[in-house]
């Protein structure tokens, strides 16, 4: 009995001096040191949390604006005329060769024209019904005497078709082919505007191309048929006009 009292107190005081062994968390082999659990705790270990790194910035966005486009080369334009260059006749089929003509402003056989005709010279008259300088698109009308002043247009109106015309100016040479012939009645306005229109023997058309007419008296005509009317510049009732267009 006293054997069994004494291992009694033997195991109670180991009992009571006795370590604890506690595993560590996740450890997978071996043993922590031992800790006294009625040891006052220790400072607890702080823990900061770390915030997940910022996504990096995309890369900056390509520019948007278009390339410039060249731009288109400018189509040349065709060199003005001079309106107040010295311009000359020749009319091979009709025996005329540099004549001068002088560009005013007026109207056909008009005083100021029949002046210029009655030097010799052909006389192109020009204002709000019409009347452009050669090579321009329209009506550059001429007109000349058939017998007198030297009669510089007198074989005119035996021109025919295909016949050349051609007229200096400027520098440039510009060469008309005739198309067709007007017998006008001078004392009729109608009948005037046939060689005074844009488009010559077609009044109220569009012109698209650069037309001449030239215009002379019918006085032999007139005469033979026993028609003496004149006008007060001597202007018989008919006239002939030659109707010709730029190549």
């Given at each position: 009995?006293?054997?069994?009292?004494?291992?009694?107190?033997?195991?109670?005081?180991?009992?009571?001096?006795?370590?604890?062994?506690?595993?560590?968390?996740?450890?997978?082999?071996?043993?922590?040191?031992?800790?006294?659990?009625?040891?006052?705790?220790?400072?607890?270990?702080?823990?900061?949390?770390?915030?997940?790194?910022?996504?990096?910035?995309?890369?900056?966005?390509?520019?948007t604006?278009?390339?410039?486009?060249?731009?288109?080369?400018?189509?040349?334009?065709?060199?003005?005329?001079?309106?107040?260059?010295?311009?000359?006749?020749?009319?091979?089929?009709?025996?005329?060769?540099?004549?001068?003509?002088?560009?005013?402003?007026?109207?056909?056989?008009?005083?100021?024209?029949?002046?210029?005709?009655?030097?010799?010279?052909?006389?192109?008259?020009?204002?709000?019904?019409?009347?452009?300088?050669?090579?321009q698109?329209?009506?550059?009308?001429?007109?000349?005497?058939?017998?007198?002043?030297?009669?510089?247009?007198?074989?005119?109106?035996?021109?025919?078709?295909?016949?050349?015309?051609?007229?200096?100016?400027?520098?440039?040479?510009?060469?008309?082919?005739?198309?067709?012939?007007?017998?006008?009645?001078?004392?009729?306005?109608?009948?005037?505007?046939?060689?005074?229109?844009?488009?010559?023997?077609?009044?109220?058309?569009?012109?698209?191309?650069?037309?001449?007419?030239?215009?002379?008296?019918?006085?032999?005509?007139?005469?033979?048929?026993?028609?003496t009317?004149?006008?007060?510049?001597?202007?018989?009732?008919h006239?002939?006009?030659?109707v010709?267009?730029?190549?």
């Amino acid at each position: 009995m006293k054997l069994r009292s004494r291992w009694r107190r033997i195991v109670v005081g180991l009992a009571a001096t006795a370590v604890v062994l506690v595993p560590t968390g996740c450890a997978s082999t071996g043993l922590t040191a031992a800790v006294d659990p009625l040891a006052p705790a220790g400072p607890s270990e702080e823990i900061t949390a770390t915030a997940p790194p910022a996504p990096p910035s995309p890369p900056p966005a390509a520019p948007t604006t278009a390339p410039a486009t060249p731009a288109e080369p400018s189509t040349p334009q065709p060199r003005p005329i001079p309106t107040n260059a010295e311009i000359r006749l020749t009319v091979p089929d009709a025996g005329i060769r540099n004549l001068r003509v002088i560009r005013y402003p007026g109207t056909p056989d008009d005083y100021r024209g029949t002046q210029i005709n009655n030097q010799g010279l052909a006389a192109a008259p020009y204002g709000p019904w019409g009347g452009v300088p050669p090579g321009q698109v329209g009506n550059f009308l001429v007109t000349g005497h058939r017998v007198s002043a030297g009669s510089p247009m007198y074989r005119v109106p035996n021109l025919s078709p295909g016949s050349k015309i051609i007229v200096e100016f400027g520098g440039r040479t510009l060469t008309y082919r005739v198309a067709s012939k007007l017998w006008i009645n001078f004392r009729l306005a109608a009948d005037r505007a046939l060689q005074t229109a844009p488009v010559p023997g077609k009044p109220g058309s569009q012109a698209t191309r650069p037309a001449i007419v030239l215009s002379t008296c019918a006085t032999p005509e007139d005469n033979a048929a026993g028609l003496t009317w004149r006008d007060g510049n001597t202007n018989p009732t008919h006239r002939i006009a030659i109707v010709a267009y730029a190549d």
